[in-house]
Nanobody, 126 residues
């Protein structure tokens, strides 16, 4: 049973920072590509950032590029999202995704390719 648990969300002032963490447990290959997605009320879930299997490549949505940084620690089976210069439009439920097919080693995978999802952590920027 794979479990992903996000943390680090909360209320943040515009211009502030937050760091999200996603810890995986159960049978999950910690080395595979992983990603962060978000969903705002009334909107569809969208990709925020992703990282390749080897960690050497990352991909960001245009709206967060230059402000957010994704990283992972394979030894800890943990995915991170450092968010700086937060804006009210960043307000959303942020979820991590993992466990894509092993041959998809690159970043920028569509959400349909991920087989495991966390419940999310709410980030509210005001």
């Amino acid at each position: 049973h794979v479990q992903l648990v996000e943390s680090g969300g909360g209320s943040v002032q515009a211009g502030g920072s937050a760091r999200l963490t996603c810890v995986g447990s159960g049978y999950i290959n910690r080395r595979y590509s992983r990603g962060w997605f978000r969903q705002a009320p009334g909107s569809e879930r969208e990709a925020v950032a992703s990282i390749s299997t080897d960690g050497g490549s990352t991909d960001y949505a245009g709206s967060v590029a230059g402000r957010f940084t994704i990283s992972k620690d394979n030894a800890k089976n943990t995915l991170y999202l450092q968010m700086n210069s937060l804006k009210p439009e960043d307000t959303a439920l942020y979820s991590c995704a993992a466990d894509p097919p092993p041959w998809l080693t690159y970043c920028g995978l569509p959400q349909d390719e991920y087989n495991s999802w966390g419940r999310g952590t709410q980030v509210t920027v005001s």
